[in-house]
């Protein structure tokens, strides 16, 4: 009997013809018809990623390849609320961290109630830097992380009026957050983000310090939009798999 002959239904045609398509990896019940829906089955080429509950975790299918943001913030320069405007653009290193930059402006000047002329000033103060980006759940889905930039800024006093700068200097940047993100489709998701800003190296504005700078931050950022790699959709990568039907363990070919 020649292997050829033998039909491609047998479970001998299997040895031979190598693993099932990802078609076939399905469940059969007694009668050999398919009891599990293929909605419910990754590719064959995921072999070897499922962990311990037997969830599909498929890296890079739900990597970010790069995330663009705009955002509102609240915060305070020397006691005093103050609204900022900013974004930032971060590029993955991993499918749970990215690194990028980000910049922060004041949208109206601060007011300083008076300087060495004897008469008020505006202070505007704008800042950016490096920015690490870290999240504890997996990317195209809801949840917390934590964020830090390390940078640099520009504070200016002016008068109000005339518009003349009175002095200027330039300072070092401290601020983590804890950061809430909420999907809200598979390139985009609103951010929530508290912080503190840590401000050092201010020397010369008149009644402006370091301490005059640093404040609480609390950030909306919406949406941040993102650019995927290719691969499986967040959904697809944590399907159950069936496992593949196993093949008969030897057979022997009856010889003609």
């Known amino acids: 009997m020649d292997i050829h002959d033998v039909g491609h239904g047998s479970e001998l045609a299997n040895v031979f013809e190598g693993p099932p398509s990802p078609d ?8 050999g018809e398919p009891d599990a829906d293929e909605d419910d089955i990754l590719d064959a080429g995921l072999d ?33 609320g103050a609204w900022m405007l900013g974004g930032s653009l971060v590029f993955s290193l991993t499918p749970r961290t990215a ?3 980000a910049g922060w402006m004041l949208t109206a000047p601060a007011l300083i109630d008076a300087t060495e002329t004897g008469s008020e000033s505006d202070l505007i103060v ?5 920015v690490i980006h870290h999240r504890f759940s997996a990317p195209g889905s809801s949840g917390l992380g934590l964020r830090l930039l390390l940078g640099a800024g520009n504070a200016k ?15 070092g940047i401290v601020e983590p957050e804890l950061v809430g993100a909420l999907a809200i489709g598979p390139h985009a998701e609103l951010r929530a983000q508290v912080g503190y800003r840590l401000a050092y190296g201010v020397e ?6 370091s301490r005059s700078l640093r404040g609480a931050t609390f950030t909306l950022v919406f949406p941040s939009v993102g650019s995927r790699r290719g691969g499986a959709t967040p959904q697809q990568a944590r399907r159950v798999r069936a496992p593949r039907p196993t093949p008969p363990r030897s057979q022997a070919c009856p010889r003609p």
């Open 126 to 130: 704008g800042y950016g830097g490096v």
């Open 204 to 209: 010369d504005l008149p009644q402006v310090t």
């Open 157 to 171: 006093v002016r008068l109000p009026v005339s518009g003349t700068e009175i002095a200027a200097d330039n300072f």
């Open 24 to 31: 076939a990896i399905l469940h059969r019940d007694e009668e």
């Open 48 to 80: 070897g990623l499922e962990d311990r509950e037997g969830v599909v975790d498929y890296p890079g299918a739900e990597d970010e390849a790069a995330l663009a943001s705009v955002g509102v913030r609240v915060t305070s320069f020397r006691g005093d």
């Open 99 to 101: 690194v990028g930059g």
